[in-house]
Structures are given as structure tokens and as C-alpha cells.
């Protein structure tokens, strides 16, 4: 199956060596050739430049993309997609003057929605998450990671975890998985920490290593959630079992958390909107990606993460959605994209990159994924027409998307 993308407007993120991320400075540098072709042969990346060298032979497909811009799917590192039910009462006690934390205090929260997905068949599920996997890879996401963390017990976490392995059965996109039985406490252990990390490195790990079912590990670590002490133990554990660390840090409070994440070589640190200078300059020259979810700090209105400052510090920043039930029920990473340039002052480029390339190094796949590259995986949204490509996160809220390729696949 060969298939040509013709007259496209502007190609983005062209590298025609491939890089695994981007930081500091050269964020703001967004590749692009004007007037371009593209090549999709066996569901990669076969060829592209521009249209003085296009080829002329036989293809299966051709598309005209005249006055359109093509660039890669977009990479969602951090979601929570799969779930039961919803918190649409919660949205309403916070708009009433609740905060998240006084709702997590009278048991709602994490422990609500575990509430549900406990009382909900594997099947049923898998059925509620779909919709919501259909409905972002419509929105343009190509790849995207998916955490467990609302069963909060054996069965519940490895009923999560096998949804997940059958979603990824099911549809082309590529999906991590990553085991979050560190999420919250359940109420029963409340008051013995020690007793549910027991049950996550002696019970749940070991099943879920059995049946390969998660990719990352990862925990809350936070203030009334994971301490430090606890998270490196969970990091510890994972490492046993291969899985490299993804860990929720700095969302509400900084509590030295960032500096254990590097220490353990997790991937990715997510959330950080609060941030000190001490973890700046820890994860400086670190090997693990900061990831920013903006649209949770929009849904709960808390601070964005300090793009700006660690941007200028050097550092890479990589963009998600965290789709979840509590504090971002959307999964639109144009949304996201769009909200990090207007709210965090990211510029278009910056937030393309971080979206992409930096959003494959923290899902661990930028070897496949997050560029135009020869080789890699044919993995495209074609726009409708623009101006140029500042309108997608300018015209936030308009759907710009005409068609969305996933590995060589039209969707
Ligand atoms: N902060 C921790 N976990 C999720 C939200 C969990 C929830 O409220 O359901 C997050 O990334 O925002
Ligand atoms: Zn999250």
C-alpha cells in the first residue's frame, strides 16, 4: 500500500535525522518545508521534500493537501482514559466553592471513581473507554500512554490494566500502559501506609509482570497522597520488574519529590505546577522529561506550570492532556497545545515540539513516533486549510483537523 500526500501548504516537524527530544532554546525551532510531498509505504514514512522532487509513479491513494498543513499525531503521554462513569457532581461541588482537596477529604476523588470502576464489569469498561480512545484519536492523538490507578486493589488494577491491553489490541494506535496502584490510599489503609505498599509490590506487581501488563509505574506523590519515602520504595519495586518510572510530582505542593524521581531514572515527571529552583537545577542535565498537563490546571484552576522558567533554564518540556474523570475530563491535546501557548506562553513551536517529540521521549517511543522522519511511523494529522500553522493553537476551540492518519491508517 503506497500512498502520496500532495501540494502540502507547510510540512512540520521535519527531521531528516532523527532526535529523541528537544530543549532550551532549540524548542523554539520547529523544521518545515513549504510546498511538500509525502510518501506512506507499508504504514511508514517512506519519503517526503518538496514538490519540485515529487514522485510520479504509481500509488494506491493520493491526497491533495493544497493550502493545508500536515505534521505528526500528536504524542499523550499521561492519560487516565480508561474509567467508569464520571465526576460530574464533583465539577458542580467545585463550581459551589469546593476545593479538590476538600472533595478527596469527604471520600470523593480518586476513591470515588474506584468506587465505580470496582462495581463495573471489565466489559462495560472497555465499552465507556473506547469512546473516549475514538474520540481523541479523531482530535489528532496518535500515541498515547494509559495509566491503572482507579481499581486500588488486585483485581481492580489488573481489570484496568487488561482494558487497556485489549484497546491496544484493538485499535492501530500505539498505547502504552503504566501500572498506578500508588494513586491513593484506599480507606481501609488509611491509617497503614505500609500494609498497601506492601499489596502493590507483593500482590499486584508480581501478577501484573506475569501477564505483561504494564509498560511504566507510577505514583501520586504528594502532600496527603505518596511521600517521598513511599514513592521510592514503589520505584524501587518497579525496577525489579522492568518497569521504568512515570511519577505524578508537584501538583499541589513541592516536597523534594522531583529529586527522587531523577535519582530513580524515571522517564518522565508530570504535573509540576509548582516548581522550585532546587528542582529545576535537578533535573538539569537529567535524562527525565518534565511534563506539563495544562488543561488540568484550566479544569481545577491551579497554577500552570512554569514553562517560561524552565525553558529558559535549559530544560525540555513535553505537553499531555492527563484525561481523567476528576480534574481533566477532555483528552484534546489542540486544546492543550493552544492553552500552553496562551496561559504557560509557550510559542506555537515550542508547544508542537513539546507535544510531539518531547511527548515520544516520555512515552519512551521517539525511536517511532513525534517526527517526520524516514522510517518512522506514518503517524499524520492533515489540517483543514490555514493561514498558517499559528492558527492552530490561535483559533483554539475551532476543530482545524480534516484527516488523521494513525500507523498508515486513514481514521
Ligand atoms: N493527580 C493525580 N491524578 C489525576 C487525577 C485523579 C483524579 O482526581 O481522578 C491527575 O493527574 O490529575
Ligand atoms: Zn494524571
Known amino acids: ?45 517512506a519519503d ?48 459551589n466553592g469546593l476545593s479538590y482537596e476538600e472533595i478527596a477529604n469527604r471520600g470523593g476523588g480518586i476513591l470515588n471513581s474506584a468506587k465505580k470502576l470496582n462495581a463495573t464489569s471489565e466489559e462495560e469498561i472497555y465499552n465507556q473507554s473506547k469512546v473516549r480512545l475514538e474520540e481523541v484519536m479523531q482530535q489528532g492523538t496518535g500515541a498515547v500512554e494509559i495509566k491503572s490507578g482507579y481499581g486500588l486493589t488486585v483485581e481492580g488494577e489488573l481489570k484496568m490494566l487488561r482494558v487497556i491491553k485489549k484497546l491496544a489490541e484493538n485499535y492501530p494506535i500505539k498505547i502504552k500502559a503504566t501500572f498506578l496502584g500508588a494513586h491513593a490510599f484506599p480507606t481501609e489503609y488509611k491509617e497503614n501506609h505500609e500494609a498497601y505498599i506492601d499489596l502493590i509490590i ?60 531523577v535519582k530513580h531514572d524515571a522517564l518522565s515527571v508530570d504535573h509540576l505546577e509548582i516548581v522550585t529552583d532546587a528542582d529545576i537545577e535537578v533535573l538539569k542535565g537529567s535524562k527525565t522529561m518534565p511534563v506539563a498537563l495544562p488543561s488540568c490546571s484550566y479544569f481545577i484552576s491551579i497554577p500552570y506550570t512554569p514553562a517560561r522558567q524552565m525553558i529558559s533554564a535549559g530544560l525540555p518540556l513535553a505537553l499531555a492532556s492527563d484525561f481523567n474523570p476528576g480534574t481533566t475530563p477532555s483528552g484534546n491535546m489542540n486544546f492543550v497545545v493552544a492553552t500552553a501557548c496562551i496561559k ?46 499559528y492558527q492552530l493553537p490561535y483559533a483554539f476551540g475551532s476543530n482545524l483537523i480534516d484527516q488523521v492518519i494513525i500507523e498508515g491508517q486513514l481514521i
Open 48 to 95: 517526503f521534500g518538496t514538490m519540485s522532487d515529487c514522485p510520479d509513479d504509481k500509488f494506491d491513494n493520493i491526497i491533495d493537501a493544497s493550502g493545508k498543513t500536515v505534521l505528526p499525531t500528536w504524542v499523550d503521554s499521561h492519560t487516565h482514559i480508561v474509567y467508569a462513569g464520571n465526576r460530574e457532581q464533583e465539577f458542580v461541588d467545585r463550581i
Open 344 to 389: 504557560m506562553k509557550m510559542t506555537p513551536e515550542e508547544a508542537i515540539n513539546a507535544a510531539t517529540i518531547n511527548g515520544a521521549y516520555a512515552m519512551g517511543i521517539a525511536a517511532t513516533h513525534g517526527s517526520i522522519t524516514k522510517g518512522k511511523s506514518a503517524n499524520l494529522i492533515i489540517t483543514k486549510p490555514l493561514t498558517s500553522y
Open 202 to 261: 507483593n500482590e499486584m506487581l508480581p501478577k501484573i509482570a506475569d501477564e505483561k501488563l504494564a509498560d511504566y509505574i507510577d505514583a501520586f506523590l504528594e502532600t496527603g497522597y505518596f511521600s517521598v519515602e513511599e514513592t521510592e520504595r514503589i520505584m524501587e519495586a518497579g525496577k525489579q520488574f522492568g518497569l521504568t518510572a512515570k511519577i505524578h510530582v508537584n501538583q499541589f505542593t513541592a516536597i523534594n519529590g522531583i529529586a527522587a524521581c
Open 1 to 45: 500500500m503506497r500512498l502520496l500526500i500532495k501540494n502540502i501548504k507547510e510540512l512540520l516537524q521535519v527531521r531528516e535525522n532523527n532526535i529523541d527530544s528537544v530543549c532550551g532554546a532549540e524548542m523554539a525551532v520547529l523544521p518545515k518545508i513549504d510546498n511538500a510531498f509525502l510518501v506512506i509505504e507499508n504504514n511508514l514514512i
